[in-house]
């Protein structure tokens, strides 16, 4: 069968149309297509609740984000995975992510998981945003160029509460230290007994440090160890474990005294989650190192507080958020400015524009160092204990640690020696 000339011009222009119609749509589908950021954070077990204020800071800046136009044209998308708080978990989510495509990644929350998956990044052509491990070697002789520790070290943090609380009470002669049975466990101990001693010795006197008590997080009994605690000669205690087992251990040392049986208790970062659980029952005398003392007036001159307070409370209702919000807020945001600033999400250049990277949070102005990924700020060691007012909880003293004046200089590739 033959064709006329007009069904032939007609088919023609049939077909351009729709070969115009399909770029159209593979045109609109790519600018749909969205960036994706792998999330492996605890869901589930003893780190879930810290997990759920880790994942709410980094859904708030997402949506600040997304809600200023996204990143390279794109919106922003969260992919979401449970590293159910070990090691073991952190790695398949890792793993699990970066085998569909996503390199960029906010894990490693605590110590056990980074140490498991920052060696691993390379392999998985991925980078790695971290919101609060401590361990040392993270970013000395385990140092790895796709990680990146976006929090306080535990020189930083337990030398500075040490410090702090040797000066704020000088009649505490004695200290108990409980921390985690584990690499970390043992940094704990070790730079809170220097910063102790150190005030101590600033002052004209002396301070003793008992062994540690090591325990294990993954056991809902503390009674040996609060036993021993009771028994020790100390004025002071320590406390190293975090999230759940440090809300346990407390708990259950109430129920004995354990409270009213030291005149101080310095604890690792939990701040407000102990006072949510513990309410009333919260230790007189609790003072914690925190990322981010929120709706307190020394926080209120950031011009990035109120935001994330506000974003923090319309996604979850609550209006008390714990400091770990911020570790992650921080973290989210430092994976976003880095694309922006290398116009490019691809490792190699989210890598390079994380080195030396300076750029604000809700805390101020932060900044990575280039030689060993360490991030420097703000933060605060606060008091924080039962109030009259609403909600009960909060903040009821805090002293500003300013990072940078406390850390150790870089020394990426070899063990740092106090």
């Known amino acids: 069968m033959t064709l006329s000339r007009r069904s032939v011009l007609k088919t023609a222009a049939l077909g351009a149309v729709t070969s115009a119609g399909l770029a159209g749509t593979r045109f609109a589908y790519a600018q749909a297509t969205p960036l994706k950021i792998g999330v492996a954070l605890p869901m589930s077990g003893i780190g879930a609740e810290a997990g759920a204020a880790w994942i709410a800071g980094i859904k708030v800046a997402t949506s600040q984000w997304n809600a200023a136009g996204g990143l390279l044209g794109k919106q922003i998308e969260l992919e979401v995975r449970d590293d159910k708080f070990s090691s073991a978990g952190a790695v398949a989510a890792a793993r699990e992510l970066t085998g569909s495509g996503i390199n960029l990644l906010v894990g490693g929350s605590q110590s056990p998981m980074a140490l498991a998956t920052a060696p691993i990044l390379a392999e998985l052509k991925a980078v790695m945003v971290a919101p609060c491990p401590t361990v040392m070697s993270l970013t000395h002789e385990g140092f790895q160029k796709n990680f990146f520790r976006l929090s306080w070290n535990a020189y930083i943090a337990f030398a500075g509460i040490g410090n702090l609380l040797t000066g704020k009470f000088p009649d505490v002669a004695t200290w108990s230290v409980i921390v985690p049975d584990s690499e970390n466990g043992r940094d704990m101990a070790r730079y809170f007994t220097l910063g102790a001693q150190r005030a101590a010795a600033k002052a004209g006197r002396t301070v003793k440090v008992l062994d540690p008590i090591f325990a294990s997080l993954n056991k809902a009994d503390y009674k040996v160890e609060i036993n021993s605690l009771m028994n020790a000669p100390s004025q002071g205690l320590f406390v190293g474990l975090t999230a759940a087992p440090c809300i346990s251990l407390l708990q259950q040392g109430r129920a004995v005294g354990m409270d009213s049986r030291f005149k101080v208790i310095g604890e690792a970062g939990t701040e407000l989650l102990i006072a949510k659980a513990m309410q009333k029952s919260t230790p007189a005398n609790l003072w914690s190192i925190s990322f981010w003392a929120a709706g307190v007036e020394a926080t209120k001159k950031f011009p990035l507080s109120q935001p994330l307070l506000e ?60 030689e060993d990924h360490q991030g420097l700020g703000n933060a605060y060691i606060a008091k924080v204990g039962a109030r009259e007012e609403a909600p009960g909880y909060g903040i009821a003293d805090a002293v500003v640690l300013t990072e940078a004046d406390v850390a150790e200089p870089p020394t990426p590739g070899k063990k740092f020696e106090a």
């Open 311 to 370: 974003g923090y409370a319309k996604l979850t209702g609550d209006k008390y958020p714990a400091g770990i919000v911020h570790s992650s807020h921080r973290a989210t945001l430092a994976l976003f400015n880095a694309v922006k600033k290398a116009n490019a999400a691809d490792t190699d250049s989210v890598i390079a524009a994380l080195e030396g990277l300076t750029y604000e949070t809700a805390m101020g102005p932060y900044h990575i160092r280039k």
